[in-house]
């Protein structure tokens, strides 16, 4: 078994929408003030994630995740104790 965590797999990716299954990550930035919104409201930060697969083997050359964070809805039942 791999114990190489900088890469992830993508079965969706992959038998979705005909793209590469195996992404590396590459790079990480922020945006203060939310880039996205949710329901038309932007939230304090957040957090894209970049990776890019190992080949480029079809059009889809990139995967990102966005992470949101905000600070004044904090739900303490998400917290453990």
Same mark, same amino acid.
């Given at each position: 078994?791999?114990?190489? /965590?900088? *890469?992830?797999?993508?079965?969706?990716? /992959?038998? &979705?929408? %005909?793209?590469? /299954?195996?992404?590396?990550?590459?790079?990480?930035?922020?945006?203060? %003030?939310?880039?996205?919104?949710?329901? %038309?409201?932007?939230?304090?930060?957040?957090?894209? &994630? =970049?990776? *890019?697969?190992?080949? =480029?083997?079809?059009?889809?050359?990139?995967?990102?995740? %966005?992470?949101?964070?905000? &600070? /004044?809805? *904090?739900?303490?039942? =998400?917290?453990?104790?």
């Amino acid at each position: 078994m791999s114990t190489d /965590k900088s *890469y992830f797999t993508s079965t969706f990716a /992959k038998e &979705t929408l %005909g793209a590469n /299954k195996k992404f590396q990550s590459v790079q990480f930035h922020f945006h203060a %003030g939310s880039e996205h919104t949710i329901d %038309g409201k932007r939230f304090d930060l957040e957090m894209h &994630t =970049v990776h *890019y697969p190992p080949k =480029v083997e079809t059009a889809a050359i990139a995967a990102a995740l %966005g992470i949101i964070f905000d &600070t /004044k809805n *904090y739900d303490k039942s =998400v917290t453990p104790e």
